[in-house]
């Protein structure tokens, strides 16, 4: 199977910078997509950012302009560098991975990394 873990989390001031990863780790796989998710306290899961395997990006509007994806193909590994942090980006990230592991398509997630962000 493949493992997705999350690193990168914790407490800053408003205004303030955090920078997550994301590392895959298994066998005989291919990676599509990957992104960040987020679950604030009583509110659904949504997308925050996603790239493809040939690096197009898709923000969600509240972090477009603040937040930046990227990824590491030799790595397996996304990031999700987050400036200007305001309180309503307090949640925990998941990382989501899309690939393709002995000719099936399926998806992988992280446990997931908090970030709180203090005003």
């Known amino acids: 199977q493949v493992q997705l873990v999350e690193s990168g989390g914790g407490l800053v001031q408003a205004g303030g910078s955090l920078r997550l990863s994301c590392a895959a780790s298994g066998s005989g796989f291919s990676i599509n997509a990957m992104g960040w998710y987020r679950q604030a306290p009583g509110k659904q899961r949504e997308l925050v950012a996603v790239i493809t395997s040939g690096g197009s990006t898709n923000y969600a509007d509240s972090v477009k302009g603040r937040f930046a994806i990227s990824r590491d193909n030799a790595r397996s590994t996304v990031y999700l560098q987050m400036n200007t942090l305001k309180p309503e980006d307090t949640a925990v990230y998941y990382c989501?991975?899309?690939?393709?592991?002995?000719?099936?398509?399926?998806?992988?997630w992280g446990r997931g990394t908090q970030v709180t962000v203090s005003s």
């Open positions: 989501n991975a899309d690939f393709i592991r002995w000719g099936r398509r399926s998806d992988a």
